[in-house]
């Protein structure tokens, strides 16, 4: 089976971890540090804050926004649920704005309608590792409603790079971005994530979020001649301090990352090639091949032209030992949503139309040569309608 994504585990991998496990560090050591370094260079940010997941960086980081009870946080409908939930740990409210049926992302036109005095943050996410309009959302967003700020959700993004070249993670559109080091991601820890910034404040806010809301620092101390091994806790954080293990996991992973991320540009270069043309279908924009990070490689398939329901292909595809996804289900019609915000099925038509078309097709760096040509024939043969595959679904 190829499964739609999948971690790359090398050799150097391994070495690190066990380094790390050999060391006298589990956590909180040498390690974290280093991977925060290398992740702030990676991007150009003057800081980088790593946790144990990307739901913890998103929630770290809209805490650290000041995001609280009744203010307002704007999310595109096609996103991963996390990006909305983090909103509603902190008691604030979500609004969900539409987006673009081709990209699945947040535009200034989708954004528009949401925008107003109660909203305090814009969260765009870089869907499947296209980088979104920052520097046209970032204007929208100052003459609306200047007290917001932008957080971008880049769980899908890291080694993509925005319209002006610079690397997502760069701190110049939003004052934070958030990364996942999910083992389906470009750099796998096993669980981890990490918020970038180049703001000071934000960064001690995001350290003491992620461990319990702790600080020793002297001049937040209401007591500070209690001595060296002293903290307070002015706000509760919460425990997100990922191991040295995963850190080190991240780190190999992240040295690799410009490598990987080439591995994936060349595998979508052929399906592009390839997939052009059939019967049904519409293929990502070519000129993202070397912007986009490429973590998801999205087809949008017309499914009731073809005959054939999403539910069919997928089968059929499996039958072939090719694993496919669905990104994603609208989250503004996930149950809790549904219900808390009454909103109705075509309330956000651009992100239907993304969801009813969704198909993602492996796409990873580790994919050889003949599992290229076997997505390719399987795909082919599907959408081609052959008469057996139909009898199979039959
Ligand atoms: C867009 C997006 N945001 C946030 C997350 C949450 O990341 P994690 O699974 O590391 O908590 C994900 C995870 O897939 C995601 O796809």
Request: some cysteine.
């Amino acid at each position: 089976m190829i499964p739609y994504g999948r971690q790359s585990i090398e050799a150097d991998d391994i070495d690190a971890v066990v380094r790390s496990l050999k060391s006298d560090w589990l956590t909180q050591g040498p390690e974290l540090e280093k991977f925060e370094d290398a992740l702030a260079q990676q991007c150009n940010a003057s800081f980088s804050v790593a946790c144990n997941s990307g739901t913890a960086a998103l929630h770290m980081a809209y805490a650290a926004a000041g995001i609280g009870p009744g203010d307002l946080v704007v999310v595109p409908a096609n996103t991963f649920l996390a990006t909305a939930n983090a909103a509603i740990y902190l008691g604030a409210e979500v609004r969900f704005c539409d987006v673009d049926p081709d990209t699945g992302l947040m535009t200034p036109d989708t954004l528009r309608d949401a925008l107003d005095d109660r909203v305090r943050a814009v969260i765009p996410v870089h869907f499947a590792g296209q980088a979104c309009d920052v520097a046209a959302i970032k204007e929208l967003v100052c003459d609306h409603c200047p007290r917001a700020t932008i957080i971008e959700d880049a769980c899908h993004a890291i080694g993509g790079v925005y319209a002006d070249g610079s690397p997502i993670g760069l701190p110049n559109y939003a004052s934070m971005i958030a990364f996942s080091f999910h083992p389906v991601k470009h750099v796998a820890a096993g669980e981890g994530g990490a918020v970038t910034t180049d703001c000071a404040l934000l960064k001690e806010r995001l350290a003491q979020f992620r461990c319990h809301g702790m600080t020793k620092a002297k001049d937040q101390l209401r007591r500070p001649d209690e001595g060296s091994w002293y903290y307070e806790m002015h706000s509760p954080g919460f425990n997100y301090r990922i191991p040295e293990a995963a850190c080190a996991l991240a780190s190999s992973q992240l040295a690799k990352l410009s490598e990987s991320v080439a591995k994936r540009r060349l595998i979508v270069e052929r399906y592009l090639d390839q997939l052009d043309g059939l019967p049904h279908l519409s293929l990502p924009p070519r000129s993202h091949l070397n912007t986009s990070a490429w973590h998801l490689f999205c087809l949008h398939i017309d499914f009731h032209a073809l005959g054939l329901s999403r539910t069919d292909v997928m089968e059929l595809l499996r039958t072939d030992g090719i694993g496919t996804q669905v990104h994603y289900f609208p989250v503004s019609l996930q149950p809790f949503y549904q219900d808390r915000y009454g909103h109705q099925d075509a309330q956000f038509p651009g992100a239907m139309a993304h969801y009813q078309r969704a198909l993602s097709i492996p796409l990873f760096p580790a994919m050889t040569d003949t599992d290229v040509d076997r997505v390719i024939a399987s795909i082919r043969k599907t959408l081609a309608g052959d008469s057996t595959v139909m009898r199979r679904v039959a």
